[in-house]
């Protein structure tokens, strides 16, 4: 065990005895030896090395934040999303009464429902952001096809988020605007009537169907959605980032003048 010496007071050893580095430098060095036996056991820094050491192309900026400011407001959804499924109660009964507890008598109850509420606007926005960054930077060709793809598939689960909660307060706004979009839902070609069905989960709009938007909402989608994020991320870290199209522009420019000065 190590022993710990006061700093600014000298130590008299004893025979035999070994001098003790001061407090603070033990209080220094554990989160790092801490670390090292984490390391030794689990062997992980040579994929954090790989993940997280590497060349950034020239002309990065603000608008690279994007996805992540996503995948924040993501995380963040999570987080708020578990406190307030520890009051809701999913019955058409009881569901508004939850939700008014929440608000009005919770400690922090509003404030924590209001950065949901929020959240998922700001979600679904910052989504939008940065699909058309990746767009206009031509970040979906090859060879990050499969990437955009996989964004598509996070666009549409975010959407989905977002139709699911607004039935949840069970309010009478809620009510008739998740009327409305299931019965939308219900014209899409093909597919349409078996949606609306599944949304419905049964005959009526009523007790099974807050169920299901409340299985699917908490459950089914955060879950997916966490999967994509892992298989976005991981092509990420593949293929690295795209620079701007002005700058490449720049480039054809310089190798063009170069070729030119060549000749
Ligand atoms: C939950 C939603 C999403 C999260 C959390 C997320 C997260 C990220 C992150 C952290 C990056 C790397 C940093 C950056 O370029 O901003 C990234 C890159 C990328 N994302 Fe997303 N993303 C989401 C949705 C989408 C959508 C909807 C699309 C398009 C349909 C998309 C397409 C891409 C592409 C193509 C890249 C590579 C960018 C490049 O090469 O520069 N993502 N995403």
């Not at 984490?38 to 090395?49: H, I, K, N, T």
């Not at 608008?63 to 959804?77: D, I, K, N, P």
């Not at 058309?132 to 499969?146: S, V």
């Not at 089914?220 to 490449?248: D, E, R, S």
């Amino acid at each position: 065990m190590t022993k710990i010496t006061m700093p600014g007071k000298k130590k008299v050893l004893k025979p035999g005895e070994e001098a003790q580095p001061p407090a603070t430098e033990v209080i220094k060095q554990t989160p790092s030896e801490v670390a090292a036996w984490v390391d030794e056991r689990v062997g992980a820094s040579g994929l954090l090395r790989g993940m997280l050491y590497r060349k950034v192309p020239r002309g990065t900026n603000w608008y690279h934040t994007l996805g992540s400011a996503t995948l924040f407001v993501f995380t963040m959804q999570a987080l708020t999303g578990v406190f307030l499924a520890m009051y809701y109660d999913p019955s058409p009964a009881s569901a508004y009464e939850s939700i008014k507890y929440i608000t009005e008598d919770l400690f922090l109850g509003q404030f924590v429902r209001g950065l949901h509420r929020w959240g998922s606007t700001l979600m679904v926005i910052l989504v939008f952001l940065h699909m058309g960054r990746t767009f206009i930077f031509g970040a979906y060709k090859y060879p990050r096809e499969l990437n955009w793809l996989v964004g598509v598939v996070l666009l549409v689960l975010t959407m989905v988020m977002g139709f699911t909660g607004y039935l949840l307060p069970f309010d009478q706004r809620a009510f008739w605007a998740t009327i409305v979009g299931v019965n939308i839902n219900g014209t899409a070609p093909l597919l349409g009537p078996y949606m609306s069905d599944f949304l419905l989960a049964g005959a009526d709009f009523g007790e099974s169907t807050l169920s299901r938007f409340y299985a699917i909402h908490m459950l089914v989608v955060p879950g997916l959605i966490a999967a994509m994020i892992g298989a976005h991320l991981y092509l990420v870290v593949k293929m690295g980032t795209t620079a701007p199209p002005w700058l490449k522009a720049k480039m054809k420019r310089e190798l063009i003048e170069e070729k030119i000065d060549a000749s």
